[in-house]
């Protein structure tokens, strides 16, 4: 495998962060950063942008840039944050929405904005990536559950997506159901329709995390989710630890 063509995305505090409402101390975080930068880790997903005015959950629930800022973030690494399509999907004015919940990119610590969506809330969300983008943003659209998806479905996704400018297709498997055979059929699907960065994010219900991101590897597939020891929702994802040893 060549490491050099691969993006490795480490999102611990993000996903993790559903067994400790994202509440992670600083100085955890600043040492989990240095580590990621030393393993040559390429972007740490800190967490999400929730828009709940509440805000009773963690820091790494909002990903405020007041936050970023009081961080020892190491000059290579790369922030990213993962933002929900269904807290802008039926709203009035989302462009209006998103100027309230981001700066201008030149003005952010962060680099890259994920947007996790159900393949039925992308069309609804076109003027978000369409924004974020003319913003400077580098943008991922992660479509959700999609070995759960028709091949009908799959492809409908895929042709809301190029209608704007990505970078990253992503598609997740959230549920922990695909296996060897499974993704290199859904990223064949992919490849024919869509012609940049390609990225796969895995869930281990079946034990399957790992296997399923070197199949993807070896796919073409050039965006890798991990996280430090699996830490993540349900039975949790590729473990950043294992990656990094196979690759």
């Given at each position: 495998?060549n490491?050099?063509?691969i993006?490795?995305?480490?999102?611990?505090?993000?996903?993790?962060?559903y067994?400790?409402n994202?509440?992670?101390?600083?100085?955890l975080i600043?040492?989990?950063?240095?580590?990621?930068?030393?393993?040559?880790?390429d972007?740490v997903?800190?967490?999400?942008?929730?828009?709940?005015?509440v805000?009773?959950?963690?820091?790494?629930a909002?990903?405020?840039?007041?936050?970023?800022?009081?961080?020892?973030?190491?000059?290579?690494?790369?922030?990213?944050?993962?933002?929900?399509?269904?807290d802008f999907?039926g709203q009035?004015?989302?462009?209006?929405?998103?100027?309230?919940?981001?700066?201008q990119?030149?003005?952010?610590?962060?680099?890259?904005v994920?947007?996790?969506?159900?393949?039925?809330?992308?069309?609804?969300?076109?003027?978000?990536i369409?924004?974020?983008?003319k913003?400077?943003?580098?943008?991922?659209?992660n479509?959700?559950?999609?070995?759960?998806?028709?091949?009908?479905?799959?492809?409908?996704?895929?042709?809301e997506?190029?209608?704007?400018?990505?970078?990253?297709?992503?598609?997740?498997?959230?549920?922990g159901?695909?296996?060897?055979k499974?993704?290199?059929?859904?990223?064949?699907?992919?490849k024919l329709?869509?012609?940049?960065?390609?990225?796969?994010?895995?869930h281990?219900?079946?034990?399957k995390?790992?296997e399923?991101s070197?199949?993807?590897?070896n796919?073409?597939v050039?965006?890798?989710?991990?996280?430090v020891?699996?830490?993540?929702?349900?039975p949790?994802?590729t473990?950043?630890?294992?990656?990094?040893l196979e690759?």
């Amino acid at each position: 495998m060549n490491r050099n063509k691969i993006n490795l995305l480490d999102c611990t505090l993000r996903d993790g962060g559903y067994y400790n409402n994202w509440f992670f101390e600083k100085e955890l975080i600043n040492e989990y950063l240095k580590v990621m930068d030393l393993i040559k880790i390429d972007y740490v997903e800190i967490g999400f942008r929730f828009l709940d005015k509440v805000k009773i959950k963690g820091p790494c629930a909002y990903s405020e840039e007041s936050f970023l800022k009081s961080l020892k973030i190491p000059n290579n690494l790369k922030i990213g944050i993962m933002v929900n399509a269904s807290d802008f999907v039926g709203q009035d004015d989302i462009i209006e929405l998103a100027k309230k919940n981001f700066k201008q990119k030149k003005n952010s610590i962060i680099s890259l904005v994920r947007l996790a969506c159900h393949h039925h809330e992308i069309k609804e969300i076109l003027p978000l990536i369409k924004w974020l983008k003319k913003s400077g943003y580098k943008v991922g659209v992660n479509i959700m559950q999609i070995p759960e998806l028709s091949s009908f479905e799959i492809k409908n996704a895929i042709q809301e997506v190029n209608k704007t400018k990505a970078d990253i297709l992503y598609f997740a498997d959230s549920l922990g159901s695909l296996d060897a055979k499974k993704t290199k059929k859904i990223i064949n699907q992919i490849k024919l329709m869509w012609k940049k960065s390609t990225g796969i994010h895995t869930h281990d219900n079946m034990g399957k995390a790992l296997e399923n991101s070197v199949v993807a590897i070896n796919n073409s597939v050039n965006w890798i989710d991990c996280t430090v020891t699996g830490m993540g929702r349900g039975p949790g994802n590729t473990k950043t630890e294992y990656l990094i040893l196979e690759l």
